[in-house]
């Protein structure tokens, strides 16, 4: 199963979506004088809200959507740059150029997220924002980055797709820049199969993001009228029926974090032992939701060859990942083929360009990196080799056997 979430769909998921079903209301708006409109979305959103520790959340019904949302909400267009890392998913880059505003890659450093120096050094008075992905379920340097956006006056977003559930330093992902962007997809901590949430503390973003994912209406209004109306918006509205799953998938996330985070301290015990590898770099191990355990090789030859034993891959081969594997974002092919970012000599006149080789720190370290899944099985990242949440002891025992003797066989 690709995420702990959907791993664990089970009879409460289930009662929640027939409740929805049989009340007649699929939409997020409804009657609240009827006793059988349940109002899940709006329930999932503040119970997303108060444990992400925020006073705001907008569902919708993607991770991209709410990404977009935020861009275009927080005022980022043409002419502007936002920094993203070059080891991300593809989405964190796409929503940039829809926004119509230019990616510009930054290094990842051993926690295989954001460089915080070299994010500095790409700051420029374009700069707008800066995207934080807090990749394979654990929170990037956000002290440092926090405090870089702060100083040149800019965003810091989070991208929190790949982990919901972390914290930093005690404060939850998605509460520490000015907003966050949650995906629940099959391969995230829970799922609704797809959805997402923006989440943040700014009234005045809350309402901004609201209307922009509900053709412009003003928060929470009944779903027929023709209310205030602050701009033109689009539909990116989560169902009632993901809301259902996602309510019962929230009361397991605690369940969730505690187990992989002991499937995963076993695991990475076993192996610990082993010559010449090492761990990703976790700025805060507390605050990590194990969903991935990162090893490293010393070379990027031993990273190939001990993966493929194994039946991975090493991260920089995942073409969903990694930007050299993009090669729409490498040919910057947009749907309309012209325009802003990419073609928007009046609001960009300099050259733009992505190429293999423009991040050499990211592209060594990703050549030398797999993950062993330990609830998240990803084909494209190769984490398929390791456990489910529904591991056992034994299970665990056989995979650090595998890994131990193949990455032997080329370690010693
Ligand atoms: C880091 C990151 N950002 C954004 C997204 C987009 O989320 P969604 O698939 O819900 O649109 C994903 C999804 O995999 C992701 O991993």
Redesign the pocket.
């Known amino acids: 199963m690709p995420g702990p979430g959907l791993d664990l769909i089970g009879e409460a998921e289930i009662a929640e979506v027939v409740e929805v079903l049989r009340s007649g209301y699929l939409a997020r708006f409804g009657p609240d004088d009827d006793p059988r409109f349940g109002a899940k979305v709006r329930h999932l959103e503040d119970a997303v809200s108060s444990w992400t520790g925020v006073h705001h959340a907008v569902a919708m019904n993607?991770?991209?959507?709410a990404?977009l949302s935020l861009f275009a909400t927080l005022g980022i267009g043409p002419g502007d740059e936002v920094i993203v890392p070059g080891f991300?998913?593809v989405?964190?880059i796409s929503a940039i150029v829809y926004a119509r505003a230019v990616p510009v890659l930054a290094e990842v450093d051993e926690t295989l997220n954001l460089d915080p120096v070299d994010v500095e050094a790409r700051i420029t008075p374009r700069t707008r924002a800066i995207l934080v992905?807090h990749?394979l379920g654990n929170p990037a340097r956000l002290d440092e980055l926090k405090a870089i956006a702060d100083r040149h006056g800019i965003a810091l977003i989070e991208?929190c797709?790949?982990a919901f559930g972390a914290s930093y330093h005690g404060r939850k992902v998605g509460s520490i820049g000015v907003a966050g962007?949650i995906?629940?997809?099959v391969?995230k901590t829970i799922t609704s199969g797809?959805?997402?949430m923006a989440v943040t503390d700014d009234p005045e973003l809350y309402r901004r993001l609201f209307a922009f994912h509900d053709q412009g209406h003003l928060p929470l209004r009944n779903g027929v009228e023709v209310g205030a109306r602050s701009m033109l918006g689009l539909n990116f509205r989560m169902t009632e029926l993901s809301g259902a799953v996602l309510l019962a998938q929230l009361r397991r996330l605690e369940t969730i974090l505690a187990t992989l985070r002991a499937n995963k301290a076993m695991l990475k015990g076993l192996i610990a032992e082993q010559a010449g590898i090492s761990f990703r770099a976790l700025p805060d191990p507390d605050g990590d939701i194990a969903t991935h355990l990162v090893v490293l090789y010393p070379s990027s030859q031993v990273a190939r060859d001990v993966s493929r034993e194994l039946g991975s891959r090493v991260l920089a081969d995942s073409g969903w990942h990694i930007y050299t594997q993009m090669e729409h974002l490498l040919a910057q092919r947009t749907a309309a083929g012209k325009g802003c970012p990419f073609d928007c000599h009046q609001f960009y006149p300099q050259p733009i360009e992505y190429r293999a080789g423009m991040l050499p720190r990211t592209e060594d370290i990703v050549g030398r990196a797999m993950s062993i899944g330990i609830g998240v099985a990803d084909p494209n990242l190769g984490s398929t080799f390791g456990v489910t949440i529904r591991t056992d002891q034994a299970r665990i025992e056989a995979v650090a056997d595998r890994f131990l003797e193949a990455a032997g066989r080329y370690l010693g």
Not at 62 to 65: E, I, K, L, N, Y
């Open positions: 993607s991770g991209t959507s990404l991300t998913y989405a964190s992905v990749m991208d797709a790949q962007a995906s629940f997809n391969f797809d959805g997402g």
